[in-house]
């Protein structure tokens, strides 16, 4: 048996599961050699210490085009691991589309190390600790690997800097880093932004006030909750945030991202003339240590974690913040509960203000936790001046990329009927970006706006959260 300190090298090319036996392989366990139509695949996906489920739903599909079937794994020993191959080995035995996924196994302190070095593949996916992360992006990316990797990248100002070295890099040397922003491939926010381009529609997006944003989005999500249709285990280390961050530069990435994408699609932002922070605050879930077993499994809270007078963890993952965006206020907030009531689940709330309409998009108990999207006149404008610039929309949309999209009205509002072939799910949109990524590794250019916003997105995020430092 090896010592769990020391370096495991496994190069096992297994299908559909591998099973940890803790000890290296034999004389008599060659090497298998990859088939030569892997060979002949244009890209290869290695994993770096997969952490974070996310880095499981990139498998969900069966394959990508010009993508081979075999995957690198690089990681420490542990339950991070174990936890990894328990999510994606299922996608391989699914009776239904089942994917063909085969990995090669190293695992052991020097993981990350021997990954840069043997460079077995080319591109690098990132779904795992957060502090880490961005100087590992920054390794990769100067190893030679395009990089694909989960929110957060960035959870500490001080480490804005080695972003920007991210971006230069990756320039300079033609690498890609695309980070998974998945709600870009929702299509309630995806109607969404086009109606608020739409000036017969919409109008112009108003000011707004601090305390009356033009923007706001607020989204609530669970610690226990099932993902691929299991109970999502998590590790220890998601309720430590100086390892995983706070809610404010954590999930509030994506509320930060959709606000951008939505208010300048396809514009340029920097952050030193375009944004200006004007209020946060932050909040913590308490935990008991039976429900910190419950979504870790494990019997007790480690003994670094500083707990108060009962023995409850209070994990500061809940946060709210305002920022004005060329002028234009924006108020994002983010809520984790421990546990969605029987029948309910995550939910997201958001409205956008013009001068001839506002447009929301609600997921509550009158939408069955399903996010429908709905249009209501501004104030002061009739229902009549909106309706027919809106059912034009509506046409122009039929003859575009969705054709089925209806609108109804209710309740002096309308809300966008969407048909269900365009609702695929929030696991299934890991694919979806996967293939955007791939595309633009094939040639598509990458819209020059998008380091320009990833970097300003990150400075929102820990600029929130320095704001909430300095109120302590």
Known sequence: ML?????????????????????????????????????????????????????????????????????????????????????????NTRSEDPASWRYRICLGPECEKIMLEEKFGDIALLSGKNKPKIDRILACVKSGFNVLSDKPWVIDAAKLPVLEQVIAEAQSSGRVVYDIMTERHEITTILQRMIVEDEAAFGTVIEGLPEDPALVKKSVHHLYKLVAGRPNKRPWWFFNTDIQGEGLVDVTTHLVDMAFWTLCPDEPIDYKSDIEMVSAEHWPTVMTREQFEKVTRLPDFPPQFELDAQGRLHYFCNGRMNFKLRRINVGLEVVWNFQAPEGTGDTHFSIIKGTKAHVLVRQGPEQNYRPELYVRPAPGVNLSAVEEPLKAFIAKVNQGKYPGVSVVKEKGEWRIDIPDKYRIGHEA???????????????????????????????????????????R
């Open 3 to 91: 010592n769990p300190n020391a370096l495991l090298s496994i190069a096992l090319i297994f299908a559909p599961v591998l099973v940890f036996q803790g000890c290296a392989p034999g004389p008599d366990q060659s090497l298998k050699e990859p088939q030569k139509a892997e060979m002949d695949s244009k890209h290869r996906f290695v994993v770096l210490d997969p952490g974070h489920f996310h880095a499981g739903l990139v498998f969900k599909r069966p394959s990508y085009e010009g993508v081979s079937s075999l995957v690198g794994i690089y990681a420490p020993v542990g339950d991070d691991f174990v936890d990894h191959m328990a999510r994606v080995t299922p996608f």
């Open 429 to 471: 949109h890991f694919g979806q970006v996967t293939g955007s990524f791939l595309k633009i590794l094939e040639g598509e250019p990458l819209p020059e706006w998008e380091y320009t916003n990833l970097m300003a997105k990150y400075y929102v995020t820990t600029s929130a959260l320095e704001l909430c430092r300095k109120q």
